[in-house]
């Protein structure tokens, strides 16, 4: 029935645009959520005009779906219009203060706009909710936005929280590891690159430019040249344009 409706619901959209949809009180609910998954599902494909036509029927019926103002501010950010994006992610917001996915997309956006100590807040109140299912991705998010406004404490806290919460989340270990060399704790930092780099020769993940330029500074603080050398190459080889790279060249002169 849900599927029909979305069909429906699309042709609709596609061939009577200019057309209202009536709906009885008991159709709103099943109206509103199959104009919003008909959206997402837009917003997917990139097809972002008929996805904020989908999302703005939901609102025409419910003015008070936040995941269509939700799929608004993601349509908005897609296209760049950050101004516009951002209102509706707050609008979003205020319709649904305590949803850990609303302050997890906001916070996502204002990492994108380099605006860490606001995104670091958003994200802070996305981990808030012990049942959101994305909270081990929120907790390492937040680790991330620490790192970048040098809250070396509370990124270590956010890292080992999403790692209790899925242990053997690549990234996080990464970050962890990154973050034990700030706080020159080696024996950690060891421990967890040696974790990361068995699932690299596991193939479970490649190395990147931040994982090979981390195993240079490891391998140096354990006075292992010819590692760091090693690293140091493939990371030429493979990321001769990044960061990290620039720093390696920076540190052999």
């Known amino acids: 029935m849900k599927g029909y409706l979305i ?48 999302f703005q029927r939901s609102i025409e019926i419910d003015s008070d779906s936040a995941q269509a103002y939700n799929g608004l501010a993601m349509v908005f950010q897609i296209e760049e219009d950050t101004e516009l994006a951002e209102s509706y992610f707050k609008q979003a917001i205020k319709v649904e203060p305590d949803s850990a996915m609303m302050h997890n997309n906001y916070g996502a956006f204002l990492f994108s706009l380099e605006r860490y100590p606001q995104a670091c807040k958003e994200l802070a109140r996305a981990t808030e909710d012990p049942f959101y299912n994305q909270r081990s991705q929120a907790f390492e998010n937040l680790g991330r936005c620490y790192l970048l406004i040098d809250r070396l404490d509370a990124a270590e806290h956010a890292f080992k929280r999403s790692l209790t919460l899925t242990p053997g989340r690549p990234l996080a270990i990464l970050q962890l590891a990154d973050v034990m060399i700030k706080k020159d704790n080696l024996e950690e930092a060891v421990s967890l690159f040696d974790q990361f780099s068995t699932m690299v020769d596991e193939k479970r993940v490649q190395h990147s430019a931040q994982s090979l330029w981390l195993g240079v500074q490891i391998s140096r603080l354990k006075n292992n040249g010819v590692n760091a050398a090693t690293y140091g190459l493939i990371l030429k080889n493979m990321y001769p344009d990044s960061e990290e790279y620039r720093q390696y060249k920076e540190s052999t002169l």
């Open 7 to 54: 069909l429906l619901i699309s042709l609709l959209i596609t061939g009577c645009a200019g057309q209202d949809v009536s709906t009885t009180e008991q159709d709103v609910p099943k109206a509103v959520q199959a104009y919003n998954s008909l959206g997402m599902q837009y917003l997917r494909r990139g097809d972002t005009p008929n996805a904020k036509l989908a």
